[in-house]
């Protein structure tokens, strides 16, 4: 089939890259003519395992391909995904629509022949109401449907996530559109992928209600290891005991810092907005909103009492600062309210992230970043694990810090505390 992706961030490039290399024909469209002229050197925008080869070979079959020219690809194309950013709104809970308006208007100059119109980027319910009406503004005739096909795709595991979905979830009730749409996702339905069929508004709820659902397990977590710690058992005993009962599942109930990134803030905040708009009130997301804005606050308590609560001058190292690991994304990650406070209170701090420096903390004095993880642990007071990258796992605490009473603050229990009393390591993990 011959598809084009609206917007080449992490939604639109990894599935249009994965929809070539199922055979079907990509244009993928970007306004940032310096993005496109990259994409074509092969060089990828974001930090994302295996996309850049993916990229490369599907570019180098045909089937993938680059533009700026957004008409030329609206008009060669069956299936139109819209793939743009959806932020939320400087002070508001809702999100910014401006760009998912701006490429519909657009789509409807073009549309000659009949078109499925694709919003995969995470929209608010309703919003592809809001688009078919802007089309039956500008285009002649209703030779065109909208329906709603969001995406699951985790950063670090996008592609893995692509070909092996659990559900393809199309809002739409028209007969014609279905029948397209499980003929292109058909490769990834005959290897036991679920064709969920549901309303256009049903599907975009679907996307918020996983997301919000996950950042409620993982907050949920995350507030038993603030119980855990008093009553001293170790969290993770409870995550796999509870776990293991499938009704409740072991995935995204371990606990760890605040939970970041660009979609679950962004769509439990989205969420109840729109429940406000239908005079709905979500307590239980709200409460996860507060309880995870709260989380750093309770972290940084703990750090500061690891410290005796003389925090001036003391050198804390962070081994990791993004929002998870196998990503460079530093969006609404936990360090970037952490680390902050910590130099407020006088502390001097280093970091070192397996994807590199971080420009996010230029504004900042007293921090420095370490090309490796031995100089950035070397003399440190403190050494937090803030992110589960799999270079921190196996450490060698006793080598890697010239002070013997080094504290190590384990903020996602990757490492084992019997190991760390073995080793005489002053470890504190979270929960435990
Ligand atoms: C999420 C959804 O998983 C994905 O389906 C959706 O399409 C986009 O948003 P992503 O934001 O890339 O994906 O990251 P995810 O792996 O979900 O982690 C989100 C946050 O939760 C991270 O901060 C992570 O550290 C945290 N997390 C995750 C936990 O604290 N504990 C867990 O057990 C799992």
Known sequence: MKLCMIGTGYVGLVSGVCFADLGNDVVCVDKDIFKINKLKKGIIPIYEPGLSELVKKNYKSGRLSFTTNLSEAIKNSQVIFICVGTPTKKNSNAADLSQVFYVAKEIGKFIKSFKIIVTKSTVPVTTGDKIEKILLKNAKRKNFSVISNPEFLREGDAINDFFFPDRIVIGTSDKRTNKLMHSLYAPLLSKGAKYVNSSRRGAELIKYASNAFLATKITFINELANLSEKIGVNIEDISI??????????????????????CFPKDTRAIVDTAKEFKTDLSIIKNVIKSNENRSKILLNRVSKLLKNKIKNKRITFLGVTFKANTDDMRESSSLVMIPSLISKGAKIKYYDPSGYKKDFDKFKNISFSENIKSACIDADMIIIHTEWNDFKALNFKKLSSKKNVIVYDMRNILSPDKMKKDKINYFGIGR
């Open 241 to 262: 005991g509870m776990g293991l009962d499938k009704r409740i599942g072991g995935r995204f109930l371990r606990a760890g810092p605040a939970y970041g990134g660009s």
